[in-house]
């Protein structure tokens, strides 16, 4: 996988080995706890088996929502996540940032394998979901996304949260998606598309992160070619974005206003 990535022209790719500390649980206090899913039994999964850190990270609460978004209630980051109960209906709230420097060039990420679903596979800057707790369900003009964004940008890139506040994070529109990463675990999300422009200081997890590079759009085509051969691995919601949207916002990044559509999802 690194040198898949690095042959598409990407000099400045990292590979990370080990641990650090940072948690990407991380979140600001008050977090809900309830859980509104009475008509869905949940299974029993063992996860003995997998990464410890990602595993602490299934007790999160994510947002339950309906296919217009509106919120429903809460479950845990594994009962989202579990196919068993996407099969039968299980949606959430999500969020996908693409980050682009002042060169233009775009942030892309390689997950790690310690990840449970999509693990190793290349995606956008940052891919994650907002939380069940006050700061992060405020949904005017998305604030409660645009703060989780921060939240996770910082988690899993190192990105210290001053350097890009919620405000310097533009929500373009939503996209509602389906896929499955295995037997057990997929997603099943409307995802808020999030842009910024910045130069930003990045020290990566580990346990998130296995490597990251800025492409330009060129190498971008480069690399979606190597996934269409199965040369790399790439995340279904990000190959969806790339193919339907991500280059004609990426021509457009000084006039972003003109593709907002934020009473818009798009069933992909």
């Given at each position: ?224 070619d190597k996934a269409a051969k199965n040369e790399v691995k790439i995340t279904p919601w990000f190959k969806l974005i790339a193919e339907t949207f991500l280059f004609k916002w990426w021509d457009n ?16």
């Amino acid at each position: 996988m690194w040198r898949a990535l690095r042959g598409v022209g990407c000099g400045a790719l990292r590979s990370y080995r080990g641990a650090r500390g940072l948690r990407g649980s991380e979140v600001p206090p008050g977090r809900a706890r309830s859980r509104t899913c009475a008509t869905i039994t949940m299974p029993e999964v063992n996860t003995d088996h997998l990464d410890e850190q990602q595993v602490q990270l299934l007790a999160e609460m994510c947002i339950l929502i309906d296919e217009n978004d509106k919120r429903i209630g809460a479950d845990t980051k594994k009962n989202c996540h579990l196919n068993e109960n996407i099969d039968k209906g299980l949606l959430h709230r999500a969020f996908s940032v693409f980050l682009f420097n002042t060169e233009n060039k775009l942030l892309l990420q390689q997950r790690s394998n310690a990840k449970i679903t999509f693990p190793d596979c290349f995606t956008n800057t940052c891919c994650s979901h907002p939380l069940s707790h006050p700061l992060e369900l405020e949904e005017n003009n998305a604030i409660g996304v645009r703060r989780a964004a921060q939240r996770r940008l910082k988690a899993e890139l190192g990105i210290p949260m001053e350097q890009v506040t919620p405000e310097e994070i533009s929500y373009l529109t939503r996209i509602h998606y389906k896929a499955k990463s295995d037997g057990i675990w997929g997603e099943h999300e409307i995802d808020y598309i999030l842009f910024v422009q910045k130069d930003v200081t990045l020290n990566p997890d580990p346990n998130e992160i296995q490597s990251y590079c800025y492409v330009t759009q060129k190498e971008l085509k480069q690399l979606l070619d190597k996934a269409a051969k199965n040369e790399v691995k790439i995340t279904p919601w990000f190959k969806l974005i790339a193919e339907t949207f991500l280059f004609k916002w990426w021509d457009n990044l000084s006039n972003l206003n003109k593709f907002v559509e934020h009473e818009k999802i798009h069933r992909m």
